[in-house]
């Protein structure tokens, strides 16, 4: 590296060249698969609802996106039909050693797809890209309540919000004066994550309805509501986020009202969410951390161009 390295790549050509390859293994997965390639906009005129996202403003009060999630909905109400994308998104304040505020994301959405035959698709998607390193990933696939009993011992759906919390205090090593969901992340993040089957693709679904966000909820077998959605983890981190798609434009307003916490609310999706949201099920995958395994690096920034210090 060069004396003076301000200006010098965070990532080696290896790198560069493994990303080309990744890019060329997705795109010619969903090519092989007919889902349409789309581009929408990577500034828009309203940011994301959810609350544990913090979005990026410029100047001239519009907002980068931390996802496309919102208008690759907008074509779906259109009748794009299956579609996919790969794109930068941004999110303030994620820097470390596995985020980056600027990032790139994998998400796409198909018409009348279950949950199951999504996180199919999802496995499908990650061995191909794994190939070169792992010849086949094993996957497990359970129940958030069954990933809470089995790898530390609380019934999330009979817990009270002070014993969800005694958990989640003794995780974090210190009160953190956090809501029920807070300390439930903390328990996932600090206790089921790193605790989980290494080499082993691991969906977790049916999270609690309280954690819906733009999912379906449900009754379970037990008769609990939960959300309809899944995470996929594999060697301590969250690779992929997937939803049972709400099309209830009402509901969805509610939830936007609850979690908006005075950001503006986006009414063109919901307007297109009015004229109809087909039946589908969503994903969104971090194609970042996909290469971090993919090439064995231990930070972000190893498989960057040019890492949020340097860009």
Not at 102 to 122: A, G, K, N, P, Q
Not at 208 to 224: C, D, M, R, T, Y
Not at 256 to 274: H, Q, S
Request: with cysteine.
């Amino acid at each position: 590296m060069p004396e003076s390295s301000d200006w010098y790549p965070t990532c080696d050509r290896a790198a560069l060249a493994a990303r080309s390859a990744f890019y060329r293994t997705v795109r010619s997965f969903f090519d092989q698969r007919d889902v349409l390639e789309v581009d929408t906009p990577i500034i828009s005129r309203v940011p994301v609802s959810d609350p544990n996202i913090e979005p990026m403003q410029t100047t001239d009060h519009r907002w980068l996106n931390t996802s496309p999630e919102y208008p690759m909905k907008r074509l779906l109400c259109a009748g794009s039909g299956d579609i996919w994308q790969m794109c930068k998104v941004f999110r303030r304040g994620e820097a470390g050693q596995r985020h980056n505020p600027e990032f790139t994301m994998i998400e796409w959405y198909r018409l009348d797809w279950s949950l199951v035959r999504l996180m199919d698709e999802v496995r499908d998607l990650v061995r191909e890209v794994f190939a070169s390193r792992w010849s086949e990933l094993p996957e497990v696939r359970i129940s958030y309540s069954q990933a809470l009993q089995q790898y530390v011992g609380i019934d999330v759906h009979s817990a009270s919000d002070a014993e969800v919390a005694d958990v989640g205090i003794q995780a974090a090593g210190h009160d953190l004066q956090l809501s029920r969901d807070g300390w439930l992340d903390i328990i996932m993040s600090h206790l089921v994550e790193p605790a989980l089957p290494e080499q082993t693709l691991v969906f977790i679904s049916d999270f609690p309805a309280s954690q819906a966000a733009l999912a379906k909820v449900s009754q379970n077998e037990a008769g609990h509501s939960v959300a309809r959605r899944f995470e996929l983890f594999f060697n301590g981190t969250e690779l992929a986020n997937g939803y049972d798609e709400l099309t209830d434009a009402d509901e969805q307003r509610r939830r936007f009202v609850k979690e908006a916490n005075g950001r503006p609310i986006d009414e063109a999706l919901l307007a297109a969410i009015e004229q109809g949201l087909p039946e589908c099920s969503g994903v969104a995958m971090g194609a970042d951390r996909l290469l971090m395994h993919l090439t064995g690096a231990e930070r972000i920034s190893d498989v960057l161009s040019f890492d949020w210090n340097k860009a």
